[in-house]
Structure formats: structure tokens, C-alpha cells
């Protein structure tokens, strides 16, 4: 399985993004797909995840401004981020996963989002 990630770049606060992560390979139809985060000196944080079936969940810090969402049919998981803050800035990673997790976990290389004016 892989997972290609793009869409990062520099962007004002208050500006907006759109990530995108295609995953490739024998992937199962029922998984997780989702987005982490992180920032320098800091642990890899959960942003935002999906549900095969299309159930979003979200990071507190990001409810409201982010919106995940998904291609079955292409396997894709969408990250559109609105009204950035500098906090924001981090390298992005797409992820996949499926039962059982601790076999089934797969992560993209990572895209930089940086927030600043």
C-alpha cells in the first residue's frame, strides 16, 4: 500500500488549504483514512479521520475550521483547511487503516503546511 500525499505550501492566517492523499494498493473496502500532524518538538497528533462509510471525526483544536472528507472510488482522502492559524503549521501525513490495526496501518510521506504572514 502507498499513500501520495500533496497540497501543502505557505499561507497566510486566515488563508485556506485543500490536501489531498491517494492510496494505492491491495486496500481493504472497510478502513480509517485520516490526517496527523506534526509540528517541530512535538508529537505526531490525530487532525481529522474518515470512515469507509463516511463518519468524520476531528481534533478539538481544528472542529469548525477543517473539513475531512473522501473518494471511495479513488481512494482518496480530501483535507480542506480554512481560516489557518500559525499553530497550524506542521508536516501533514495521510493515513490508511483497517482490522487489524496493528498489522494494517500505513502512513503517507508527509507534506508541509506552513502558516505564516
Known amino acids: 500500500v502507498q499513500l501520495q500525499a500533496s497540497g501543502g505550501g505557505l499561507v497566510q492566517p486566515g488563508g485556506s488549504l485543500r490536501l489531498s492523499c491517494a492510496a494505492s494498493?491491495?486496500?481493504?473496502?472497510?478502513?480509517?483514512m485520516g490526517w496527523y500532524r506534526q509540528a517541530p518538538g512535538k508529537e505526531r497528533e490525530l487532525v481529522a479521520r474518515?470512515?469507509?462509510?463516511?463518519?468524520?471525526g476531528y481534533a478539538d483544536s481544528v472542529k469548525g475550521r477543517f473539513t475531512i472528507s473522501r473518494d471511495n472510488g479513488k481512494n482518496t482522502v480530501y483535507l480542506q483547511m480554512n481560516s489557518l492559524k500559525t499553530e497550524d503549521t506542521a508536516v501533514y501525513f495521510c493515513?490508511?487503516?483497517?482490522?487489524?490495526?496493528?498489522?494494517?496501518?500505513?502512513w503517507g510521506q508527509g507534506t508541509l503546511v506552513t502558516v505564516s504572514s
Open positions: 474518515i470512515s469507509s462509510g463516511g463518519s468524520p
Open positions: 494498493g491491495s486496500i481493504s473496502s472497510i478502513n480509517i
Open positions: 493515513n490508511v487503516r483497517w482490522q487489524p490495526y496493528w498489522e494494517y496501518n500505513y
